[in-house]
């Protein structure tokens, strides 16, 4: 314990000498860092760290690496599953003056940023050239954590994840050796793909500081709709067989009639409170129409509504601001209450079971959870709204939690869609993978041999 | 040496024991496992096998692990860079009993097959349920060999390749153990992605012997194109525009007046010997009228001619045949040669000058290379027409092999869009990749400790 202690004092010392007044060990900025957004518990780090470089993050792992100190790197908090929570201590990295988009090459339809450049800032800066970067876990996140976490949201259906969309990486490694990835081909068949090895990797293997990504001219014509259904079955069904006619959709989301009148209560909508769909179509004119025509046709069949559409750009970001704060919204249903946010992926054929069953645990308990979704991707979250301090409500989420993800695997799908493993999800990463969570191991242990890289993190080593 | 050799004859014994006359030493047996249909010198095995699971693949491998045995296996021997010529000899596994289609779930569009399926067979099988498997490396290839390729091909611009297209794996790692990278869900953040670490990894890593692939609908309408043009700049201009412009076609691809000359005349065909483009549009009837109209005009402003329309299903499949034949094409040039094949992939924008780089190249040489591309995705093939025993041929090869590959690397590309590392690409993949091949060893060392999987490929340990 003591050597332990004189490492962290040796560690923070260096660190100062590197990087001056950007090293904090203020207890303020130390509880900034301390939690995402989940109802995870918080833990302070030692001390937080502000480089403006590869270079500099390079230098500081390498002080960390010397002295045994976990290193968790840290974009914007919005993790889900505590993933940025650094629950062993030690030095987090917060990238936030690595903001800069670096090249821009639309004539290729790819970038490059570093890290702390969040999705919205990239869109803005790339507004006038008729581009836009897709992928939209609804958070502003920032692009080197939604890499990190391979995540996805709304847009995946049409678009793809952070998995389809990462050209290439910069990463600092254990050792404060810096690699590429990948160069900006947009297929190689060019030895490993490290570039899928790190996204996803949730800061265990490396740090990531810069990030190559895909963009996308926008469509001609976009225009969004919103359908109510009778049942929620009807409105799943609607998606199943949107996606397996391969409608092209862009966004088909599902918020149920408790996530509706959330909603409606804290974006202040007159939506009806019940099962609904919001839809988006990108294409041609006549390809939005035709889209459109045939997605209003199969949810007739399924007892839907009439489309509501919104096709002017202001209408339209209403719309998605509305989804988007789905989780301020399920907040506000409890003040003062903590949002414990889970999400499977299902086989679309098993979708309408899984969410069917779910809703029935949830009409049995006394947890409100409201239920919204990526249902396109055969992928759904629920929010328990609870009291983390009341062992009681914890522990029905808990069971609740296990049963939703259990159903998910029985049904041949994952235990996370888009949050990733974090704290959170790791119990259930053995139930997904059995014997290949060894190999994940094999390749932590390889690649960072002391487990300073955001240790404890989907699985304990 | 004595050693060796001892080990060799252990090994033999052993999986005699467990597979009977399902090992062979016959030397027939052996030349036939001991190339590719590459211009690269083969090399005899000491034995192949033939098991009919993967269990047995497993126990193959424990065997062979034992006794410090290079194991290699062999899906349709179709690879052009040498992938599976088992040059430090040892045991070669076909998985020639292994071509079993397991499930297709059309609901899912989804299916896994066993690794020697190939995407012929597939695609015969699931005719009948309107859905289809579209990646289309030209040969027939086996689904496990192209998930070790990571394969793509034809129809890459609009589907994505091998990369993109597998959903999980079965695999036998170094020490026999058997495991799932995967299960169903369209997407998931959980843990590492083994799945993309295994797809590309050339048998270095472990033996796939399972695939999980996506599926998509059977377009309501297809049509193909043929447009020639009075310069490959025109050509290729007409490809970058149209990918910057996001039209969704299948396939664009390029044909060079070399290479016209030799499908025409192998193919008993009679198109204009001018550089090319075929040309495929999936989609609704409305949908393929307009994308095909957009191309045109493109394609006009380019000097391109007007387009010869093939829609009927047996004129399309003559269309893509003639495509697909074009090593025989260009072997027909010059009874009795080889051809030495090879793939780059620069970003879209660099295209132009990259081909006409090229092309330069091979006018002021005396060796004949024609050029052809799956240019939608920037990555276009040379073969060059050599005899393997003449070494003015292969140095001249060589050199100008290398001239196109540093070329494509200064811009931003990759040494290997489709065809892999294999043994040909071995010395360009540091030039490409930098200090992320440490990282590459280290994870083969992590995962191969005694380098007996596929070993002397993709790098040298």
């Given amino acids: 314990m003591v050597a332990v202690t004189q490492n962290l004092e040796n560690t923070i ?3 100062r000498t590197l990087l001056g007044d950007r090293v904090s060990t203020n207890k303020t900025v130390r509880d900034t860092h301390s939690r995402d957004e989940s109802w995870h518990h918080p833990r302070q780090p030692d001390a937080v760290v502000f480089p403006t470089s590869t270079e500099e993050v390079s230098d500081i792992v390498r002080v960390c690496a010397q002295y045994n100190t976990p290193v968790v790197a840290y974009g914007t908090g919005t993790g889900l599953e505590g993933n940025v929570v650094p629950h062993r201590g030690g030095v987090v990295v917060d990238l936030e003056n690595m903001n800069e988009v670096l090249r821009v090459n639309p004539a ?3 970038c490059t940023v570093q890290a702390r450049v969040t999705r919205k800032q990239l869109n803005e800066y790339i507004r006038d050239q008729g581009i836009f970067f897709p992928i939209d876990p609804g958070a502003d996140a920032s692009l080197g954590g939604m890499a990190a976490t391979r995540a996805s949201g709304t847009n995946a259906v049409r678009y793809g994840t952070m998995r389809e969309n990462v050209l290439g990486l910069t990463v600092v490694l254990a050792d404060g050796r810096i690699i590429r990835t990948s160069k900006r081909a947009r297929k190689s068949a060019a030895g490993y793909d490290l570039t ?17 990504l895909r963009l996308y001219g926008v469509p001609e014509a976009m225009a969004s709709a919103v359908c109510s259904f009778e049942s929620i079955k009807g409105a799943v069904d609607t998606v199943i067989q949107t996606i397996q006619l391969g409608i ?9 009639d408790v996530q509706m009148d959330a909603v409606n209560k804290y974006s202040d909508l007159t939506y009806p409170v019940k099962d609904t769909l919001f839809i988006e179509f990108h294409g041609t004119d006549n390809g939005v129409t035709e889209q459109a025509e045939l997605l209003q046709s199969i949810a007739s069949e399924n007892n839907g509504g009439e489309f509501k559409w919104t096709t002017k750009p202001e209408e339209r970001t209403k719309l998605w601001a509305a989804r988007h704060d789905v989780t301020y919204a399920t907040k506000s249903i409890r003040p003062g209450c903590e949002i414990w946010a889970t999400d499977v992926c299902v086989p679309i054929s098993s979708l309408t079971d899984c969410i069917l069953e779910t809703k029935k645990d949830l009409d049995e308990s006394f947890l409100i959870a409201p239920l919204v979704g990526h249902v396109g991707d055969g992928n759904f979250h629920l929010g328990f709204v609870i009291d983390r301090e009341n062992p009681k409500e914890l522990a029905e989420a808990e ?7 259990m159903r998910a695997l ?3 799908g994952t235990c996370t869609g888009e949050h990733g493993i974090g704290i959170g999800k790791m119990k259930f990463l053995t139930a997904e993978h059995g014997d290949a969570v060894a190999v994940m191991r094999q390749i932590k242990k390889a690649l960072d041999p002391s487990n300073i890289m ?4 989907i699985f304990s080593i």
């Fill in 410 to 412: 029985a049904m041949d």
């Fill in 13 to 15: 010392d260096e660190l």
């Fill in 454 to 457: 955001n240790p404890g993190k």
């Fill in 248 to 256: 092209p959709v862009a966004r088909i989301e599902l918020l149920d």
């Fill in 399 to 405: 069971r609740l939690n296990e049963r939703l993800v």
């Fill in 196 to 212: 899928r090895l790190f996204v996803g990797s949730e800061g265990t293997l490396g740090i990531i500081t810069e990030v190559t």
């Fill in 108 to 110: 290729d339809l790819d």
